[in-house]
């Protein structure tokens, strides 16, 4: 009864117009870089946001010195809600992506090019009526195929651009595709090791990554 006798007094007494925020009529917008830290349960990083000629926004999650001339460790890693965000067990994007954070944080100094490319490029909307083909029994590539689409329509001139823009000119690249490597070399940026990047295998996703290494031309010895 005392709690709920507090909470009326306090309801009778705060009015949320009392509150109000100073803002100078004249003061002119802010400039400032879209690049600011971000402390996450893997530690703590910077993030800084690139767009593209599409107006699309990307982000670069580093930390330590990227620019100071050595390569830095650095994973590709494409949008996928489903399995960032949702946990799906569909794919191994989100265990990817969470292995390549704790691992720069590992080593101290590194950086995640994070491109909006859900899909493998092809849009959540594609992607989830591709995954309703899988449900009825098409692979990864055969669904994507099905629906007119390429197999893989993401393109990595922007990871590029994001990396040389943060004074990055070579790495050590942790992934298992080789268009990765290819797409980074094609566009002025050095690969001095590719590192085997494999997270998060389960008995749901199995045959999606069986069909990568077979079909797709992955590095993946599963």
């Not at 107006?55 to 930390?63: I, P, R």
């Not at 692979?139 to 823009?165: F, H, Q, S, V």
Request: net charge negative; hydrophobic share 35%.
């Amino acid at each position: 009864m005392h709690a709920i006798f507090q909470t009326l007094i306090h309801n009778l007494l705060y009015k949320p117009g009392d509150m109000t925020i100073q803002v100078k009529k004249d003061a002119e917008p802010i400039e400032i870089e879209a690049d600011a830290y971000l402390p996450t349960e893997y530690g703590n990083f910077r993030v800084r946001v690139t767009l593209d000629s599409e107006g699309k926004e990307h982000a670069l999650l580093y930390t330590g010195d990227i620019s100071n001339g050595n390569a830095p460790l650095v994973r590709i890693h494409s949008e996928c809600l489903t399995g960032d965000a949702f946990g799906s067990m569909k794919c191994d994007c989100g265990p990817q992506l969470q292995s390549a954070m704790k691992k720069i944080q590992e080593e101290g100094c590194g950086a995640i090019a994070y491109l909006r490319q859900e899909g493998r490029g092809i849009g959540l909307h594609s992607k989830i009526q591709a995954y309703a083909l899988q449900d009825v029994g098409y692979d990864t590539l055969d669904a994507n195929l099905a629906l007119g689409l390429p197999a893989d329509a993401r393109e990595y001139d922007i990871a590029a651009k994001m990396l040389k823009e943060a004074g990055v000119e070579r790495v050590r690249l942790m992934t298992n595709n080789p268009l990765k490597v290819k797409g980074l070399r094609d566009n002025g940026i050095e690969i001095d090791s590719r590192l085997e990047h494999i997270s998060g295998i389960s008995t749901e996703n199995l045959d999606y990554l069986s069909t990568k290494g077979k079909r797709m031309g992955h590095i993946l010895d599963i």
